[in-house]
C-alpha cells in the first residue's frame, strides 16, 4: 500500500500532519502582516500601465524634466441662464482660496482662472488647479480633490459646481479602487461559504477550505508585496483584485476535488490517514496538472508590452501556485487532523456504498452515450450559434464617460464642460521636440485638424528648454477618452514626425490611451496562441495522447467563442454598458482556458484511470458518474467567485467577471459533461492515440462493457 500512495503520507502521515500544520502557522505568522501592505504597494500611476517603449510613456518621462508630473482638477461652476453678477464674486472668492491651499500635492499658487466660456453672456467658468503626482500621487489624489472641493463648496441656487479633469477622474477610479481588497474578500467568501455549504451539506466542512484559502491568500499577498517591494514587480488595483478572486476560486475548486476523492476512500478504508493517502496519491497529480497550467498559462502574460498585463502574470501566478501547495500540504492535513466528524452530518463510513454508481452524473453518462455523435453535434452547434453574438464586441476601449457602473460627479461635469468649453481642455496633448525645430513643429501642431489652435503654449511653472528640448501643450476639440481625440493624436504625430531634425514626440492622457490600445492589440495577437500551446503541451504530457488534448483544446475555444458571443449581447442590451477594454478579449480567454481546461483535466484524467481497467467506453460513463457533482460544485464556486467581481463599481471589471463566470458555467455544465463526454464516447479508444491504450483498449472494452454503454461510436 505504501507504493500506491508515493510521498502523499509525507502530507498527511500520523506524525507529519502536525509538522504541516505547525510549518503554515508559522507562515501566517510571518506573512500576514506583509499581506495587510499590499495596498501600499500598488503603483496606479499612469506609467505602470503604458508599455515602456510607448511614444507617451517617453513624453511622460521627458516631462519630468520640465516640471514634477501634474495632472489638473478643474471646477467647473455653470447656471443655464448665465452667471449673475454673485455668482462671479463667489467664483472670485474661491480662485482666492485655492490659491491658498496646500498638501496632498496641490499647487494653489499655480491655480490657473476662471476663465469664462465665449458667449457674451458666460454661462460657465473653470479654474484649473494643479496637482504634483510621485510616487504616492494615486494615495494622495483622493484627499487632494477633497481639498478642492472642501474649498469651493457644492452648487445651489441654479449654479452647478463640480469637479472634474483628470484630476477629478483619477479620484473617483482611487475611490472605486479604494477598499478593492476588502471588497472582493468578503464577497469572494461569502461565496465560497454558500456554495461550501450547498455542496458539503455540513456546516462543520466548509471552515476547513475557507481556513486553507485564507492562509493561501494571505502568504500569497506578502509574497507579491515583497516583489514588488525588492523586485520591481508592478503591482496595481486591478492585478490585486485579480489575485484575490483567482486564490478563492482556484483554492476553493482543488479543496472540492481532493474532498471528493477523499470521500471516496474514507469509504473504502478505516484509516483515515490511509484513506488521505491514497486519496493524494490519485488526484493529487490531476490537481497539480491543473494548477501547473494555469501557472504556466499565467506566466505567458509576462510576453506582454502592457507593462499592466505583464505584471498580472507573476502576481495572479503567484496566487495560484501558493493556493495549490496550501491545498496539496496543509488542507489534506487539517482534514486527517479533524477526523471523520468534520463531514457530519453526513459523514463517509468505512464499507458505505459509493453513490456516484446510481446517481444523475451516472445516469447522463449512461443516456449519452446511447448517441453521442448526435449529442455532440448538437451541442457543438448550439455553442457555435451562440458564438455568432461575437460581432456585437466592441472591445476598442472604454472612455471615462462608461467606466464607471454609476456616474461620479467627475463624469457630470465633464458632460457639463464640454458644452460650453473645448472638450478636450484640462487634458491637453502634450509635445516635446528639439529646440531648433520648436517653431515648425508648433505650426505643425496648431495646424492640425482636430486641435485648437490658439491653445498651443508653455503651460504655467514650466521651464522654457531644458537640455536643447522644449515642451508645450495643446488643446484637442473632442472630448480626451474620445475616438476623435485618438485620432487626432495620430494626425499629429504625423505632422510632427514629418518636421525632420525635431526629433518631436506626441504624449498625454489621449496619447497614453492610443499606446495602450496598439500594445493590448500585440498582446491579443501573441498571449492567445502562445497559452494555447501551452496547454496542449500540459495535456500531452499528462494523457500522453494527442488526439484527446487536440479535441480539448477545440471544446475550450468553442466554449471561449460561446461565453463572449453571450455575453456581448448582454453587456449592449441587459447591461447597457457602452463597450469593452481592448484587454477584455485577452483577460477572458486566459481565465476560461487555464482555469476552464481543469476540468478537463480532472474528467479526463479519471476516464484514463477507469479506461486502464474496463475500457475507454465504460471508463468515460464511470468518469462522469465519479467527478461530475464535484467538478459542477467547483465550476459554481469559480464562477461565483468572479462574479464577485461585479461588486466594484468598474464596468471593466464587472464586464471581466460577467463573462469569465458565464464561461466557466458553460463549460462546467455543457463543454466538459456533455461536449466532451459525448465526444470521447464517439471516438472511443482512438482518443488515446498513439498510446498503447488506444490498441489495448478494444479487448477490456469487450470483455467488460459498463451498462448501456454502445460499444459502437454512433
Known amino acids: 500500500m505504501t507504493g500506491e500512495r508515493g510521498v502523499a503520507h509525507l502530507v498527511c502521515g500520523r506524525q507529519a500532519k502536525w509538522l504541516v500544520l505547525v510549518l503554515w502557522l508559522v507562515m501566517l505568522f510571518l506573512t500576514a502582516p506583509l499581506a495587510q501592505k499590499l495596498t501600499d504597494a500598488q503603483d496606479n500611476d499612469a506609467a505602470s500601465w503604458l508599455p515602456g ?46 490659491e491658498r491651499l496646500s498638501g496632498h500635492g496641490i499647487r494653489g499658487d499655480e491655480t490657473r482662472g476662471p476663465v469664462y466660456d465665449r458667449r457674451t453672456d458666460p454661462r460657465a467658468a473653470q479654474i484649473l488647479v494643479p496637482i504634483t503626482m510621485d510616487e504616492r500621487g494615486w494615495e494622495r489624489i483622493g484627499p487632494a480633490v477633497a481639498s478642492v472641493r472642501d474649498g469651493v463648496g457644492e452648487g445651489g441656487d441654479g449654479l452647478a459646481v463640480h469637479i472634474t479633469g483628470p484630476g477629478g477622474t483619477s479620484a473617483d477610479f482611487a475611490e472605486a479602487f479604494e477598499g478593492i481588497d476588502s471588497t472582493l474578500l468578503l464577497s469572494a467568501m461569502t461565496v465560497v461559504v454558500v456554495m461550501l455549504l450547498i455542496t458539503y451539506r455540513s456546516p462543520t466542512l466548509l471552515l476547513v477550505p475557507l481556513l486553507a484559502v485564507i492562509c493561501a491568500l494571505f502568504t500569497a499577498q506578502a509574497l507579491v508585496y515583497l516583489l514588488a517591494e525588492h523586485a520591481g514587480l508592478t503591482v496595481n488595483g486591478q492585478s490585486a483584485g485579480i489575485l484575490t478572486v483567482l486564490v478563492f476560486g482556484a483554492g476553493t475548486d482543488y479543496a472540492l476535488l481532493l474532498v ?10 478505516a484509516d483515515r490517514h490511509e484513506a488521505m ?14 494548477g501547473a497550467t494555469v501557472v504556466l498559462s499565467l506566466l505567458v502574460l509576462l510576453t506582454a508590452e502592457m507593462n499592466s498585463t505583464r505584471g498580472l502574470g507573476p502576481v495572479a501566478a503567484i496566487g495560484v501556485a501558493v493556493a495549490l501547495l496550501a491545498m496539496l500540504t496543509l488542507f489534506p492535513a487539517l482534514l486527517v487532523v479533524c477526523g471523520r466528524w468534520i463531514f457530519w452530518p453526513v459523514i463517509p463510513h468505512h ?3 459509493d453513490p456516484t454508481e446510481r446517481g444523475a452524473w451516472a445516469r447522463t453518462g449512461r443516456r449519452i452515450a446511447r448517441r453521442p455523435r448526435m449529442v455532440w453535434g448538437v451541442t457543438a452547434a448550439v455553442l457555435a450559434i451562440c458564438s455568432l453574438g461575437l460581432i456585437q464586441l466592441r472591445a476598442e476601449g472604454i472612455g471615462n464617460a462608461d467606466a464607471f457602473t454609476g456616474k461620479p460627479d467627475s463624469i457630470t461635469g465633464q458632460e457639463v464642460s464640454a458644452r460650453y468649453f473645448p472638450a478636450g481642455s484640462g487634458d491637453p496633448l502634450v509635445v516635446v521636440a528639439n529646440q531648433a525645430q520648436a517653431e515648425r513643429v508648433g505650426r505643425a501642431v496648431a495646424g492640425t485638424q482636430g486641435v485648437v489652435p490658439e491653445s498651443l503654449g508653455l503651460p504655467p511653472g514650466t521651464r522654457a528648454s531644458f537640455e536643447g528640448t522644449v515642451l508645450f501643450e495643446a488643446t484637442m476639440t473632442a472630448p480626451a477618452d474620445s475616438e476623435a481625440a485618438k485620432q487626432t493624436v495620430e494626425r499629429v504625430r504625423d505632422a510632427v514626425h514629418a518636421v525632420p531634425d525635431a526629433d518631436a514626440r506626441v504624449g498625454g492622457g489621449t496619447a497614453a490611451l492610443l499606446d495602450m490600445d496598439e500594445a493590448t492589440t500585440h498582446d491579443n495577437v501573441l498571449i492567445i496562441p502562445l497559452v494555447l500551446v501551452v496547454v496542449l503541451l500540459i495535456l500531452c504530457v499528462l494523457l500522453r495522447a494527442l488526439t484527446a488534448p487536440l479535441l480539448l483544446i477545440a471544446t475550450v475555444i468553442l466554449s471561449f467563442a460561446a461565453a463572449l458571443g453571450l455575453s456581448a449581447p448582454a453587456f449592449r442590451y441587459v447591461f447597457g454598458y457602452a463597450g469593452e477594454s481592448t484587454d477584455f478579449p485577452l483577460f477572458v480567454f486566459v481565465f476560461l482556458v487555464a482555469l476552464g481546461i481543469d476540468y478537463n483535466i480532472f474528467l479526463t484524467t479519471r476516464i484514463r484511470e477507469e479506461a486502464a481497467r474496463q475500457g475507454t467506453r465504460p471508463g468515460v460513463v464511470t468518469g462522469l458518474a465519479a467527478t461530475g457533482a464535484v467538478i459542477t460544485s467547483a465550476g459554481l464556486v469559480l464562477a461565483g467567485t468572479f462574479a464577485a467581481l461585479g461588486t466594484l463599481p468598474m464596468v471593466a471589471f464587472a464586464e471581466i467577471g460577467f463573462a469569465v463566470a458565464l464561461g466557466v458555467l458553460l463549460d462546467t455544465f455543457i463543454v466538459r459533461s456533455v461536449l466532451v463526454t459525448s465526444l470521447f464516447l464517439d471516438v472511443g479508444p482512438r482518443v488515446w492515440w498513439p498510446h498503447r491504450l488506444a490498441r489495448e483498449d478494444g479487448a477490456a472494452e469487450v470483455t467488460a462493457p459498463g451498462p448501456g454503454v454502445s460499444r459502437s461510436g454512433g
Open 260 to 269: 471528493a476523492r477523499y470521500r471516496e476512500e474514507l469509504r473504502r478504508h
Open 277 to 290: 493517502a491514497l486519496a493524494l496519491h490519485r488526484a493529487g497529480p490531476a490537481v497539480l496538472a491543473s
Open 53 to 98: 517603449s510607448a511614444e507617451s510613456t517617453q513624453v511622460l518621462k521627458i516631462s519630468e524634466d520640465f516640471r514634477p508630473e501634474q495632472i489638473p482638477a478643474i471646477v467647473v461652476y455653470a447656471r443655464d441662464g448665465g452667471l449673475t453678477a454673485a455668482d462671479r464674486e463667489r467664483i472670485a472668492g474661491d480662485v482666492a482660496r485655492l
Open 351 to 353: 464499507g458505505a456504498p
